[in-house]
C-alpha cells in the first residue's frame, strides 16, 4: 500500500482565498483524522471520522474550516476564507480499528 | 479524560548513549499507547504500540517502550542512540472506542526533541 496521501505537499495562498487540502487514506482504513501543527500549539486534532461520517469535530477552530469524506477513500479540508493564523502543516491520518494512526506526509501552509 | 504528559521538551545525548523518554498517561480504563517519531519536515511515524499483553514491547529502529500500569508510564527506550535518531518523538494514549465511546481518536503529548552529539 501506498500509505496515506496528502495534496498539495505545499501551499501558498493570500488572505481571504480558499485552500482545499485532500486526503486519500490508507485502503480498508475506516477511521480519518485531521491534526493541524503549529509551534505554538503542537499536534491539534481538528476532526475525524468513521466510515465517512463525522463523528467529533470539536477541533475545529472556526465556521471557516470545513471537512468532508464523500467515500472510503477520500476527504477534503477546507479553509474557507483563509487568514495568516491558519499557516501550519496539516496532516491526514487513518486508521483500522485498532487505533493505530498512520500519517500523511502532511501539508505545508503558508497564508501570506 | 484522557491526557498524556512528556516531562522533557529537549532532551541531548551523545551518540552511541543509552535514552529514556518519559510517558505518564491519564486513562480511564486499559490504555492503548504508542510511540512516533517526527523527523524535520515530515510526517508522524509509528515506532512501537502497546494493546495487551508483555508489558515490554519492541519497535523498530531498535527501540522498546515499557508499559508500567501502576506508575501510569509508557517510557521509551534505546540502548544506543545514533546520529539519526535525532528528531521529535510523541507519546499517544487511546483506547477501543467500543469501551469508551471515544471512537479510535488518540490523545498526543507535547513531544520531546531529541539532540544527539557527535
Known amino acids: 500500500d501506498a500509505g496515506v496521501i496528502q495534496s498539495p505537499r505545499h501551499e501558498v495562498t493570500e488572505m481571504g482565498q480558499e485552500v482545499t487540502l485532500r486526503c486519500k487514506p490508507i485502503?480498508?482504513?475506516?477511521?480519518l483524522f485531521w491534526y493541524r501543527q503549529t509551534m505554538m500549539r503542537g499536534l491539534e486534532l481538528l476532526i475525524y471520522?468513521?466510515?465517512?461520517?463525522?463523528?467529533?469535530d470539536s477541533g475545529m477552530p472556526e465556521d471557516r474550516f470545513s471537512a468532508k469524506m464523500p467515500n472510503a477513500s477520500f476527504s477534503t479540508l477546507k479553509i474557507q476564507p483563509s487568514e495568516p493564523r491558519d499557516s501550519a502543516v496539516y496532516f491526514c491520518?487513518?486508521?483500522?480499528?485498532?487505533?493505530?494512526?498512520?500519517f500523511g506526509p502532511g501539508t505545508r501552509l503558508t497564508v501570506l | 479524560a484522557q491526557s498524556v504528559t512528556q516531562p522533557d521538551i529537549h532532551i541531548t545525548v551523545s551518540e552511541g548513549a543509552s535514552l529514556e523518554l518519559r510517558c505518564n498517561y491519564s486513562?480511564?480504563?486499559?490504555?492503548?499507547l504508542f510511540w512516533y517519531v517526527q523527523s524535520p519536515g515530515q510526517g508522524l511515524q509509528l515506532l512501537l504500540k502497546?494493546?495487551?499483553?508483555?508489558?515490554l514491547v519492541q519497535g523498530i529502529k531498535g527501540f522498546e517502550a515499557e508499559f508500567k500500569r501502576s506508575q501510569s508510564s509508557f517510557n521509551l527506550r534505546k540502548p544506543s542512540v545514533h546520529w539519526s535518531d535525532a528528531a521529535e518523538y510523541f507519546c499517544a494514549v487511546g483506547g477501543s472506542g467500543v469501551i469508551t465511546g471515544g471512537g479510535n481518536k488518540l490523545t498526543f503529548g507535547t513531544g520531546t526533541q531529541l539532540k544527539v552529539e557527535l
Open positions: 486513562y480511564g480504563a486499559t490504555p492503548y
Open positions: 491520518a487513518s486508521s483500522g480499528p485498532r487505533n493505530e494512526q498512520f
Open positions: 485502503s480498508g482504513h475506516d477511521y
Open positions: 502497546y494493546f495487551s499483553g508483555d508489558t
Open positions: 471520522f468513521n466510515n465517512n461520517v463525522p463523528i467529533d
